[in-house]
């Protein structure tokens, strides 16, 4: 495993991991340490950001513990034809590296933990078969579909918590957007990392047309109801999609039931930006595409943090303590026991039968 570590970071120096005879464009340098001194650099002056490994025989420590959970997790990759394990190992560390944040790359080894952590997490756990919870008069006649699945190797986290609205009678779905998550203790309290939000695969217009989708679009629009806000300003929270709201009000009550107090919201990814960086310097359109891609990093940091912020303006038992950047480079949301009703009928109905549901499971369950 070494071998192919040291492999991994010598290419990624040169922007290109080697995986399976296809070149991908990652990009990162390293330097080991060894008594605080400088024993090996990597670098190539087009990668943003730097791995600092300062106690590298603790760091290939925590290195073979992750690989190893995560073989015997089996998270789906591609199949590969050339060293078939190799190949699989570099995918899975390559990817690791893909998904770490900036203080990630600065400190490896507390990151190694916090991915170990997660891959060993259980809190959502009797989501892993999928549950059904009746809603109430709004959203009457429907059913609330909540299912904890895993991820592939390459998107941020191990697991997904995805969601959905039933109709009882004509079983019709609307599909929710999911989140993805990781869940670790610290400090002996649990704290929730998300990295994304995202929408559930594209269907055919038609497939939209039906008279619950239709019915649950108008539901969806009343979230806005009792909002108050300026509708002026740039970073307006309106402009936000009201089923990713939704749902993230789905995930919170499901937070709060399981006594999990604090948020961390990851905002950024440096190699997946720099990734698409190095896709456009070798094309003819490079300033295009730059722009392009600046544009999206963008607009997913803004959309992502105007959608909590939303949230935020209708649930008092929620609060931003600080943006990113102010002291780390998370969004932190600190979770309050839900003693304040939400400012709207919507999102207060399905958080009280997610806190009534959790109640139940817990009386039943133990």
Known sequence: MKEIFYEIIEEASRGKIIIDGEEWPIGFNTIIMENNKERKRYESEKNITTLIIKREEEFLELLDEYLKLENKLSRKIPSFYTEPEKSKTKWILSYLFVNATTEDFI????????????????????????????????????????????????????????????????????????????????????????????????????????????????IMYKINANLETDETSVENIKDVSMPFVFSLNVFISILQAEHIETIKVVPYLPLRYLSRELMAEESLKKEELQNRNQKIQENLTNKLIRTFRRLEAQNKNMKIELYPYEMDEYLTIRLEKKRKELDNMILEETSNKIMEESRNSHELYG
């Open 107 to 218: 400190n490896p080894n507390e990151f190694l933990r916090k991915k170990i952590d997660f891959l060993k997490d259980n809190s959502l756990k009797k989501f892993n078969q999928e549950q059904t919870i009746p809603m109430g008069e709004i959203l009457k006649n429907s059913n609330l579909q909540i299912k904890n699945e895993q991820c592939a190797i390459s998107m941020e986290t191990p697991f997904k918590l995805t969601m959905s609205l039933q109709d009882k009678e004509t079983e019709e779905k609307y599909d929710l957007p999911s989140i993805y998550y990781g869940i670790r203790e610290e400090n002996g309290k649990k704290i929730c990392y998300i990295y994304s939000m995202l929408s559930p695969i594209n269907k055919s217009k038609e497939e939209y047309k039906t008279k619950y989708q239709s019915k649950m679009n108008r």
